[in-house]
Structures are given as C-alpha cells and as structure tokens.
C-alpha cells in the first residue's frame, strides 16, 4: 500500500504565500510524474502543476509565474510554493504520484488539504 499525506494548507489573505507538501510512504520501487490539483466549491478538479521524476513541470495558465512545483525524491515528497495568492485560489488541493511499487504500476492521491485566500 501507499500513502500521501499533504500538509501546508491554511488561510491567508490575498497577495500572501503559502507551501503544500505531499509525503508520500509504503512500497514503493519509484515514483514517476507527481502533481498537485485543486477543486473549488461547485467546479471541477483541475490540474495545477505537474514534476516528472526528471524534474520537468508543467502548470495550468492561472497559476504560471506565481506557483512553482519541486520534488525530492530521496523523500519521495513534491511541494507547491505558491505566492501571490488570490481569492480565486481558494480550493482543496490534492497531491498525486504515479507509483510504481513491487506489484503494478498506479495512482495515488491524498486526503486534500484546504487553502482558502481571503480579499
């Protein structure tokens, strides 16, 4: 089994910064592309930024310039600095790692941990 564990998440007001972190832990062989989404009330979860195990990223327009996405893989843990924040931020953000452990080759997400930007 594996596990994510996020953390890092809180209220702040608009134009402040805040750092996710996602932990992940279990059997794992390796961890390819990691990623963090976010889903606001009434809308779709989204993809916000993407690390693959070579440290390439990728980020949704919204959030270019003012998030960035790194990993660590010695401890198997991805991170969102994000600054700048907005009110249109708010959401629940979720980790996910594509995990390759002793057995298969899947996805994995964690529990969500709740950013909320006021104005």
């Known amino acids: 089994q594996v596990q994510l564990v996020e953390s890092g998440g809180g209220l702040v007001q608009a134009g402040g910064s805040l750092r996710l972190s996602c932990a992940a832990s279990g059997s794992i062989v390796s961890i390819n592309a990691m990623g963090w989404s976010r889903q606001a009330p009434g809308k779709q979860r989204e993809l916000v930024a993407s690390?693959?195990?070579?440290?390439?990223?990728t980020y949704t327009d919204s959030v270019k310039g003012r998030f960035t996405i790194t990993r660590d893989n010695a401890k198997n843990t991805v991170y969102l600095q994000m600054n700048s924040l907005k009110p249109e931020d708010t959401a629940v953000y979720y980790c996910?790692?594509?995990?390759?452990?002793?057995?298969?080759?899947?996805?994995?997400w964690g529990q969500g941990t709740q950013v909320t930007v006021s104005s």
């Open positions: 996910n790692a594509n995990v390759i452990s002793r057995w298969n080759e899947r996805d994995y």
């Open positions: 690390i693959t195990s070579g440290g390439r990223t």
